[in-house]
């Protein structure tokens, strides 16, 4: 069965940082793309990050570009975001996706609230 | 970047009805790369469509897909009480992906 758990999802002061977690399981890990994708209250969904089965290529939305990093280690079937000077606005619920072309395997989320 | 535009809204219709869902491109680069979810209040997006007319594993084939160019749709056949829930599209025929706005079916 194939199972994304994400983590590390909490309160944050604005300028803070948070690391999210998404544990995998149930496929070949290494094999594949990975995608953020994050969803704002009330709001539809966008895509935040994506990499490369090897981690040799990352790619950004315009918005988080030089302040979040997306990151992977294949040998613990583990998906990284270091979310660095968070703004109000990244407040969302981060979702962790199996990237096949369309994402077909998601994780539960983790919420990110950015307030002081 | 293509933005995806979705119609209606809210759909409000009754238990064995036909719910059609509309999803229109500004440019034409999606090639059929086009894909459904369907997301329940509290849950995560879950697969439906991909390649614009192919099923996910394990979805009913009360689910179908249909479209190519800038035009697509969704259509439920007939509609269960479950099927209550937003909808949203999603290109990844070009860089970078992007996500229609939903839309809501709501089940009398």
């Known amino acids: 069965e194939v199972q994304l758990v994400e983590s590390g999802g909490g309160l944050v002061q604005p300028g803070g940082s948070l690391r999210l977690s998404c544990a995998v399981s149930?496929?070949?890990?290494?094999?594949?793309?990975m995608r953020w994708v994050r969803q704002s209250p009330g709001k539809g969904l966008e895509w935040v990050a994506n990499?490369?089965?090897?981690?040799?290529?990352?790619y950004y939305v315009a918005s988080v570009e030089g302040r979040f990093t997306v990151s992977r280690d294949n040998a613990k079937n583990s998906l990284y975001l270091q979310m660095n000077s968070l703004r109000a606005e990244d407040t969302a619920v981060y979702y962790c996706?199996?990237?096949?072309?369309?994402?077909?395997?998601w994780g539960q989320g983790t919420l990110v609230t950015v307030s002081s | 970047e293509i933005v995806l535009t979705q119609s209606p809204g809210t759909l409000s219709l009754s238990p064995g009805e036909r719910a059609t869902l509309s999803c229109r491109a500004s440019q034409s680069d999606t090639n059929s790369y086009l894909a459904w979810y369907q997301q329940k209040p509290g849950q995560a997006p879950r697969l439906l469509i991909f390649?614009?007319?192919s099923r996910a594993n394990g979805i009913p084939d009360r689910f179908s897909g249909s479209g190519s160019g800038t035009d697509f749709t969704l259509t439920i056949s007939r509609l269960e009480p479950e099927d209550s829930a937003v909808y949203y599209c999603?290109?990844?025929?070009?860089?970078?992906?992007?996500f229609g706005q939903g839309t809501k079916v709501e089940i009398k």
């Open positions: 990499i490369k089965p090897d981690g040799s290529e990352t």
């Open positions: 999603q290109q990844y025929g070009s860089s970078p992906r992007t």
């Open positions: 996706t199996r990237d096949s072309g369309s994402l077909d395997y």
């Open positions: 149930g496929f070949t890990f290494s094999s594949y793309w």
């Open positions: 390649d614009a007319s």
